[in-house]
């Protein structure tokens, strides 16, 4: 029996076996969760496909969330499946990459719209779908984010803004939804080799240099991060909240880099 035997998830924002999402999948199945997917496109579908299935899931839905009647018939679908659902695990972000080059001075207003409709906005949407179907027992929403948010990170641009609504967003779901037990947090891991990663400029440079001059020595791993999103959706994790738990072998300690790298 594992610690999240007996509790239903969904993953959103899965895109192949290097992604975040899937990490915190796998940490979950192994851990006894049921869990549902979402996807958006059918490209990304195809590649969800076995890895939903290696975990023994076969509920796939293809979700936009900028579109409010997508949102309604995912959450509809999985109500019909489900009575219930313990935790929802929110990996989605996006911003135009051409803009995540150069001054963030330069950023377009449609960008910046976008970026954060689909980076902060939708896990409001998201968790105001899934609050029904976690109101009568308790659940946890959980997020994804980045130092960027706090900190000037070279490329990051329109993201890290993206980021500091989200974890702003994070904290207010947490004050509203704690009376009815159900918990909100974000995970923040340092650099990683993910599609959406790869996507950022200079992101080569950045994975080189945390690796170098985090307290551990070493970038966050799949391994790491989905194990704190154990935590955080298990019974051990009923009392936290509102929380950025930091998985970034400390990165985010420094005040500079360490000495032989000066």
Request: net charge negative; charged share 20%.
């Amino acid at each position: 029996m594992g610690v999240l035997s007996g509790k239903r998830g969904l993953i959103m924002g899965v895109a192949n076996e290097r992604s975040i999402a899937w990490g915190i999948a796998k940490a979950c199945a192994e851990a006894g969760a049921e869990l549902a997917f979402t996807y958006q496109g059918e490209a990304f579908g195809q590649s969800l496909a076995p890895l939903a299935a290696s975990v023994g899931s076969d509920f796939m839905v293809d979700v936009d969330v900028t579109n409010d009647a997508s949102l309604d018939a995912a959450f509809a679908a999985l109500g019909a499946r489900w009575d219930k659902l313990d935790f929802v695990v929110h990996a989605i972000a996006f911003s135009d990459k051409n803009e995540l080059t150069g001054r963030f001075l330069n950023t377009s207003r449609a960008n910046f719209k976008n970026s954060l409709d689909i980076s902060c906005y939708s896990l409001v949407e998201v968790t105001r779908r899934a609050h029904p179907l976690m109101v009568e027992n308790g659940g946890t929403v959980l997020t994804l984010t980045y130092q960027g948010s706090n900190r000037v990170t070279p490329f990051y641009n329109v993201m890290g803004v993206a980021k500091a609504a989200l974890e702003a967003a994070v904290r207010y779901l947490a004050n509203d939804l704690g009376p009815e037990a159900i918990r909100v947090n974000a995970i923040s891991p340092g650099p990683m080799k993910t599609l959406a990663g790869a996507a950022i400029g200079g992101a080569r440079k950045t994975y080189k240099h945390t690796e170098q001059n985090a307290p551990m020595r070493s970038n966050a791993t799949l391994e790491a991060v989905g194990g704190t999103a154990v935590y955080l959706i298990s019974d051990a994790g009923a009392c936290t909240t509102g929380e950025i738990i930091r998985v970034d072998g400390g990165y985010h300690v420094l005040g500079m880099p360490q000495s032989e790298n000066i």
